[in-house]
Structures are given as structure tokens and as C-alpha cells.
């Protein structure tokens, strides 16, 4: 059994979908951040048969839960405080993403307008799909 050493203080991404974890470490930023990070790759799961496990020395505020909701609404946060986990929370689906998705509608004003930000809102929770704040380009593929 593979052992990595526990968190003080910091968090812990858990049951993320086995191979996911490299996108959620340069989707959230972690790749920029000055603290130490744990990934593993296929861990054993009794639930989901293999999974991937980010460990982050530091707080929750290093994590933006939006992006974390939209790449994968299924993964659990643990809040490890003294070497315990003192919290654990479930992220959603967000309503609205700013500058994690890009327009691919050549004539919408994002084209032509490169600073503006790229804004989602979900349009179908069942359906996990978002469309385009200003031209309604709808964006489902990001599974």
C-alpha cells in the first residue's frame, strides 16, 4: 500500500474520475501556486474501482470551487485542520463560469473583443450544459 505522508493544514480533492487529475491540477492553477501538492494517480476505491487524489498544503482559498464544480461535480473536499479532517464538502454544477470555457461561435463578441470575459451560465443541469452570456453558443463537451 502506498503511503504519502498526511496534510496539517490543507485540503484534500477526493474521487476524482481516475486519470482527471493532471486536468484539474493546470485547470485550477495549482501548477502556479508556491506550496507543496500530492497527486495520485489510480488509487484503489471500493466506490469507484480507481480514482485520483489531489493532496494541497494550504487553505481552501487556494481552490476555486467553481472550476472544480465544473470539471467534475462528484468530487469530495476535505478540510484537514491539526491532521484531521475537520470538514467535508461536495461541490455543484456552478450557474455561471467566468474564464474557464472559451466561445467557439466565430461571430460572437468574445472573438472580436479579446479581453472581454468569457461568461457560461448553465442552461441544463440535467443535461450539464452551458451556453454563451452573449450569444447563447451552446457548450457541452467538457467530459
Known amino acids: 500500500m502506498l503511503n504519502i505522508s498526511g496534510l496539517t493544514e490543507g485540503i484534500v480533492l477526493d474521487h476524482i474520475q481516475a486519470g482527471k487529475s493532471m486536468d484539474i491540477y ?11 501538492i500530492a497527486i495520485i494517480k489510480n488509487a484503489k476505491s471500493r ?57 467557439k461561435n466565430p461571430r460572437c463578441i468574445t472573438s472580436i473583443e479579446q479581453e472581454l470575459p468569457h461568461i457560461f451560465y448553465l442552461a441544463d443541469p440535467k443535461k450539464e450544459i452551458y451556453r454563451c452570456q452573449y450569444c447563447d453558443e451552446k457548450h457541452s463537451s467538457h467530459k
Open 26 to 36: 493546470f485547470k485550477l492553477g495549482l501548477d502556479r501556486l508556491d506550496c507543496q
Open 47 to 103: 466506490k469507484m474501482g480507481k480514482k485520483d487524489i489531489i493532496k494541497i498544503d494550504g487553505g481552501l482559498n487556494l481552490v476555486n470551487l467553481d472550476v472544480l464544480g465544473y470539471i467534475d461535480h462528484k468530487i469530495t473536499i476535505n478540510i484537514i485542520k491539526d491532521g484531521e479532517i475537520v470538514e467535508k464538502k461536495r461541490v455543484k454544477l456552478p450557474k455561471i463560469i467566468t474564464n474557464v470555457i472559451s466561445c
